[in-house]
């Protein structure tokens, strides 16, 4: 993998756990008092989440036309990092220790499963 490809491999991944804050603040942007189809097709968080995850989907199949998927797939529990770093900087969501401790983890079992030297 080279130095390129590693850098939109985990761009990507954050692309993806960004969708996922946006996600979240449309879901908090939807009201009570109306129906669902009107909470979802009036939602400016949800249609840019949307957008975002659209790119980042296209950007995901790029890269993999030119990586393994054994290579590049490990990366995507990178979000498991990213969406709890992102949640708590951007919503204001705790931020536990067993995430540290969780995301360290996982960012080891990346390094082991890719095999970066």
Known sequence: MSLTQ????????????????????AA????????????????????????????????????LRQLPLNLAYPFVALAFVFVPLLGWWWLGEPLRWQNMAGAAL???????????K
């Open 6 to 25: 590693l850098l939109f491999t985990v761009l990507t991944v954050l692309s993806l756990a960004v969708g996922q804050i946006l996600f979240k603040l």
């Open 106 to 116: 996982i960012l080891a079992g990346v390094w082991v499963s890719v095999g970066v």
């Open 28 to 63: 908090r942007a939807m009201s009570d008092g109306v129906t669902l189809l009107q909470a979802t097709l009036f939602n400016g968080w949800l249609w840019v989440s949307l957008v975002v995850y659209g790119l980042a989907t296209i950007t995901w199949i790029a890269l």
